[in-house]
Nanobody, 123 residues
């Protein structure tokens, strides 16, 4: 059974940085996509970044390009999301997801989801 466990969220001030981690287990992820999404209260789940486990090709939402960086550690099957220059509007629950590589941008493409980690950015 696939498990995705996020960590690294917290309360920070505007301009600070955070690095989220997602530990993946339960299968080999060779052909899979790993993605990061977020959801703020009253809003739809929003794609942030995705990475191909086999090629390491990366995809970003325009809204976070240049501020957020996705990376993976194959040895530990961990995916990271480095977030810099955080803004109050980045406040949300952040989710890690995994699924067969198709459309990285749509949450419908992902089969497995973590429980989420809260990120709160104060002004």
């Amino acid at each position: 059974q696939v498990q995705l466990v996020e960590s690294g969220g917290g309360l920070v001030q505007a301009g600070d940085s955070l690095r989220l981690s997602c530990e993946a287990s339960g299968r080999t992820f060779g052909s899979y996509a790993l993605g990061w999404f977020r959801q703020a209260p009253g809003k739809e789940r929003e794609f942030l970044a995705g990475i191909s486990w086999i090629t390491a090709m990366k995809y970003y939402a325009e809204s976070v390009k240049g501020r957020f960086t996705i990376a993976r550690d194959n040895a530990k099957t961990t995916v990271f999301l480095q977030m810099n220059s955080l803004k109050p509007e980045d406040t949300a629950v952040y989710y890690c997801a995994a699924g067969p590589s198709s459309s990285y941008y749509s949450p419908l493409s992902y089969q497995y989801w973590g429980q989420g980690t809260q990120v709160t950015v104060s002004s």
